[in-house]
């Protein structure tokens, strides 16, 4: 962050009269930002402050910061952090509704799981693979024949 600008130097007096060598005024609060209507940004109708800036607003009044300027960037944070409160919300509540539903999920396998388990205690279960199998079967026949040879 870059250091304030220096104040502005005293009054210069000569012949007892007090002359000001500072920078004229800045502009007044009623008034508009000096620079043209920004698209997309609300009319510009009542005092600046009273309203939340845009960004470009922001950036083309940034050679001129006034009071108003301020009110108005406050009021962009304050309607920023709203909208940024609102969608943590929202997401907070799909992210519960996820939890909830992986829970669920999780106690459906384990019923399913118990299932299986009930069922295997219950009645025998035949596994079958048939490549291997069919390869056995076809080691056994090689070694039959050598042993006839």
């Known amino acids: 962050m870059s250091a304030p600008p220096p104040p502005p130097p005293p009054p210069v007096v000569s012949g007892g009269l007090i002359e000001d060598t500072s920078e004229p005024a800045a502009p007044s609060m009623e008034e508009k930002p000096a620079s043209k209507p920004v698209e997309g940004a609300p009319p510009a ?3 600046v402050w009273e309203r939340p800036w845009s960004i470009a607003e922001m950036k083309e009044g940034s050679r001129d910061w006034t009071l108003a300027s301020d009110a108005g960037m406050l009021l962009f944070l304050k309607e920023f952090s709203q909208h940024i409160r609102t969608r943590t919300h929202e ?4 992210v ?26 219950i009645q025998f279960v035949e596994n079958r693979v048939f490549e291997e199998n069919n390869e056995a079967e076809a080691e056994n026949e090689e070694q039959k024949k050598e042993d006839e040879v």
Do not use: H
């Open 45 to 47: 109708s009542g005092k």
């Open 91 to 94: 997401i907070e509540k799909q």
């Open 96 to 121: 519960d509704t996820l939890v909830d539903e992986t829970k669920g999920t999780g106690t459906r396998m384990n019923n399913m799981i118990n299932d299986f388990l009930i069922l295997s205690n």
